[in-house]
């Protein structure tokens, strides 16, 4: 799990993401990063009704992801919303091809670069 101060809660705050930040996708999932004002990254994971209607299912995708991208926390650059949507059913995708997924993502995005 994320520090609190790592994540991107208020809907206000994922909003601005959607609309200011830099899109960078890969198949099923995509990203859209914008800078912030903050000494930290803050994180979230949309994972919505239309990937699968079950809560336990969007979960386990959202647990994943986050597990994904707290392993690579440390080489993220600080200072940057990152939203991560996820489009289709991800939950049987081995572990390795979610982190190149995510890793992917990020660098079309070009984070670091915005």
């Known amino acids: 799990m994320l520090a609190a101060a790592n994540r991107l ?3 206000k705050d994922i909003s601005l993401v ?19 004002k903050l000494v930290v990254s803050r994180l979230v ?6 990937v699968d209607k079950r809560a336990v299912v969007r979960n386990v995708i959202r647990r994943r992801l986050v597990g994904v991208a707290q392993e690579m926390w440390a080489t993220l650059p600080p ?9 289709a059913d991800l939950s049987h995708r081995p ?19 915005v």
């Not at 994971?45 to 239309?50: A, S």
């Not at 091809?97 to 670069?113: F, I, N, V």
């Open 9 to 11: 809660r208020k809907p």
């Open 18 to 36: 959607y609309r200011r930040g830099i899109y960078g996708g890969v198949g099923d999932l995509s990203v859209k990063v914008a800078p912030n």
């Open 45 to 50: 994971v949309v994972v919505g009704k239309k």
């Open 79 to 87: 200072g940057y919303d990152i939203v991560v949507s996820v489009h």
């Open 95 to 113: 572990f390795p091809e979610l982190r190149r997924m995510l890793e992917d993502a990020l660098r079309r995005a070009k984070l670091g670069q």
